[in-house]
């Protein structure tokens, strides 16, 4: 036999390697090592054949694990996304292997053990131990088997005086793998099934019915949960998968990144992996150490662990016989990988459901836009629960106009009176706040009001935004720093009164601690989390009522549950509504919906204070409401009438280089590349700037500079396209791409349905 190999260097090509004596028993999947040239390269073995056309392959060196790592279903699966998402298959096999996976050959970690030897009743006949000797052979006959460490501190000895129990035949000392299990140290109290309402019987049902034909080829059905937050989607979760269990399916769960709390794995821990009832939960997610994440990938893979729960890439958990995959909160943006390949983990779970015959489960208080309009289409089942549980009211929500408070105040404050006096009075009855504001740092500019001066990065097209904690000047794109000046740096002017404008949580939290002293306030956001524990630690923090305000970006916008928070307040509503994008508001419906559902899960009524400068703007007033249904009819519209998604898919091609005119002629050019390997039907009328197709329909916009012109030092050029036919483009599209002589220093990124436009 000859195993083709797909290296991991991005060639777009398989080689062929003989397969030496000693490895005759490798799988598709397995990850080998081979010569390549004079080097040595890991690469997946893709398929076994019988004959070669080459003469004379090179035997495979070395196979990683003791089997296959890739199943020939992921395999499948990687093709597929190669192909839609327009990348190298190399590029797309890399990623569904975490890295501690595909080139570890020992990922294991063993600790030697000291234990009984089987021959050691035999041994003890007839042998004398002195004292000392015979003390730690007390213990460890009495444990039978125990850590060499442990034994050593307990035993208060050397490992040589070990060493002559085991010459004598009493002890062994062996290594032993040890699993890593980033959750040892919680005490989960196991759950019971609850009783469903009949909204959630009637959404159980569906799916659990659905899923008799799990495992059929082509046998996947989609579903879309939409419930508001607290009508206990997580509860179906919970008992769709049991059923899955039950039937001896095994299941995977996505969550965005941010809301991997310890909540949420708590949850599926507590009714699966506590008490009597034991099934492995698997987890997966970046905060995990490498030889955690190992082990738990293995734990998989063995078939020990039935569930997985993990962000984004848990998507390509090697689970077997898998019979449901549920992506919760599945509108969120961190599902989109922002590097080849730039899959979106949702859509690509949707097409694991069908190969796999899988039942996906979509779930959210806030569907997509796309993901809504497939369910009234009938593409996706739509399952409403349109109430909380608990038979509770959503909060009540208050717009406050910021243009009438600055206004009066002749300035734009940071609190409205309103929200001002909200919060005294939360404070004074010893109840809990949120404060929401999504952007970090003290302020976004520094600015001269006497010559103008802004510093702004010099690698990217933006300002550079104030911290005043660490005291320096940060750009949010390239990362860039740089002390902040006292004086403004223009030599001409040097104001000593240079000032900042725009406001971050930083600034936020000073003005809070100067409004009220007494309070205990916390910012969450990426600057003051910088370590694994500061996110668990602040909830725990918040939840055991030792912070009165909790202050933070998007981090503590979602999944997270305080019944004693009773007010939330959303500092600046309007601030992602006029990014160039057309997903912007669709991002603040989302959000406003998403931080309001925060308050008000206890017993007290929760009420939240939206400021905002642009109180009419229906994204936020159907929020004010409740109304998705209302905001999804009207967004569509404006989604219809200029073709976006869901009426087409979106495809955009992003140019990059130092050289601006460099960058430029070539955007020309591959627009010229395009539209001559997608025959037009007809001329353009004349002076339209879209060329429409009929076969593609197809939509080219651009060339055009980007919305960031320039990041990290280089000029962006981005052409848009947008299409009824994605599949179809992208063959295309990898066409044109192979043909196309990129100039040195010149970069081609191709993006399929983005989610950051920027
Ligand atoms: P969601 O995921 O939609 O936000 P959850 O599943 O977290 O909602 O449910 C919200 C709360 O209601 C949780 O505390 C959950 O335990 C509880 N809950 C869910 N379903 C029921 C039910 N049928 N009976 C009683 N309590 C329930
Ligand atoms: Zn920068």
């Known amino acids: 036999m000859i195993a083709r190999v797909s290296l991991e260097i991005a060639l777009r090509k398989e080689f062929d390697y003989s397969i030496p004596a000693g490895l005759a028993g490798i799988e598709v999947g397995a990850r080998v090592q081979v010569p390549f040239g004079a080097r040595k390269i890991y690469g997946t073995v893709t398929a076994l054949v019988e004959e070669s056309g080459r003469p004379n392959l090179k035997p495979i060196l070395k196979v990683i694990g003791a089997r296959g790592l890739v199943t020939p279903k992921v395999l499948r699966l990687a093709r597929w996304m190669a192909d839609y998402y327009c990348c190298a298959p190399e590029t797309a096999l890399k990623s569904v292997l975490p890295e501690v996976v595909r080139n570890r050959e020992e990922g294991w970690k063993k600790r030697l053990v000291a234990r009984v030897a089987p021959s050691a009743a035999a041994a003890l006949d007839g042998i004398k131990l002195s004292s000392r ?52 140290d919680e005490h989960i109290l196991p759950t019971h099934p609850l009783a469903l309402n009949p909204t959630q019987a009637a959404a159980l049902k569906k799916i659990t019915t659905a899923m008799n034909d799990a495992g059929r080829e082509d046998g996947g059905r989609t579903f879309l949960l939409h419930g508001v937050t607290g009508s206990g989607k997580t509860e179906v979760y919970l008992q769709a998968i049991a059923r899955a269990l039950d039937q ?54 063995e078939g020990r662990a039935r569930i997985v729960i993990g962000a984004r890439s848990a998507v390509f958990a090697p689970v077997d016989r898998l019979g449901l995959i549920i992506v919760d909160e599945e509108h969120e943006q961190t599902y989109k990988q922002e590097e080849a390949p730039r899959y979106h983990a949702r859509d690509v779970a949707i097409v694991r459901g069908k190969m796999e015959g899988a039942v996906v489960v979509l779930g959210s208080a806030t569907p997509s836009l796309e993901s809504y309009h497939h369910g009234r289409r009938g593409k996706y089942a739509l399952l409403e629960l349109p109430e909380r549980v608990d038979g509770q009211k959503m909060p009540r929500v208050r717009v406050v106009d910021m243009r009438q408070t600055a206004r009066r105040e002749k300035g734009i404050p940071i609190f409205s009176p309103q929200l001002k006096e909200a919060i005294a009075q939360r404070l ?175 017993d007290v009524e929760g009420e939240v204070i939206v400021q905002a400068f642009a109180p009419f703007h229906p994204a936020i007033q159907y929020a004010r409401r409740h109304d ?38 070539l ?92």
């Open 133 to 184: 000797l015979q003390e730690v052979w007390n213990i460890i006959e009495e444990r039978r088997e125990l850590p060499l460490t442990e034994l050593l501190e307990t035993a208060e000895t050397t490992a040589a005086t070990v060493r002559k129990l085991e010459d004598r035949g009493l002890v062994e000392i062996v290594p032993q793998v040890t699993e890593r299990d980033p959750y040892r």
């Open 248 to 301: 001896g399916l095994g299941a995977i769960v996505l969550v965005p990144e941010i809301s991997l709390t310890p909540q949420t794995v708590e949850r599926f821990k507590a009714r699966f992996s506590a008490g009597a009832r034991h099934t492995l939960v698997a987890v997966l997610h970046s905060h995990l150490s490498a030889g955690e994440r190992h082990d738990e990938w293995h734990k998989i893979r």
């Open 428 to 602: 004074e009855r010893g109840e809990q706040t949120i404060l929401f504001l999504n952007r970090r740092g003290h302020s976004t500019a520094l600015q001269c009001p006497l010559c103008g001066y802004v510093a702004g990065c010099p690698n990217c097209s933006l300002s550079l935004t104030y911290h005043r904690v660490e005291q320096k000047l940060c750009c949010h794109v390239c990362g860039h720093t740089a002390p902040a000046p006292r004086i403004c740096p223009n030599e001409k002017c040097r104001n000593p009164a240079i000032r900042f404008s725009g406001t971050g949580t930083q600034k936020v939290e000073e003005v809070l601690s100067k409004l009220f002293p007494n309070a205990r306030v916390r910012r969450m956001d990426s600057d003051a989390m910088k370590r694994k524990d500061d996110y668990r630690r602040a909830l725990g923090d918040f939840r055991a009522g030792r912070i009165d305000i909790l202050l933070g970006t998007q981090m503590i916008a979602k999944g997270l549950h305080f019944p004693n928070v009773t007010l939330v307040g959303i500092i600046y509503a309007d601030m992602a509504l006029h990014q160039p994008d057309f997903r912007a508001g669709e991002r603040t419906f989302q959000l406003l919906t998403q931080v309001a559902g925060r308050a008000g899960r206890g």
């Open 628 to 665: 998705f249904a209302g905001f999804f009819e009207q967004e569509l519209e404006f989604r219809r009438s200029l073709t976006y998604p869901p009426f087409s898919r979106v495809a955009l091609l992003t140019i990059r280089g130092r050289n601006e005119d460099k960058v430029k002629f």
């Open 667 to 758: 955007a020309d050019h591959l627009k010229r590349g395009i539209e001559q390997a997608i025959p037009r039907k007809g001329a353009p009328a004349p002076g339209a700037p879209d060329a429409e197709n009929a076969n593609f329909g197809l939509i080219l916009s651009g060339p055009a500079p980007a919305p960031l012109l320039r990041a990290e030092s280089l000029y962006r050029h981005q052409i848009m396209l947008r299409t009824r036919a994605m599949s179809r483009l992208s063959r295309v599209l990898a066409e044109v791409r192979q043909s196309l002589a990129l100039p040195e220093g010149v970069l081609l990124s191709v993006d399929i349905d983005p989610v950051d436009l920027g």
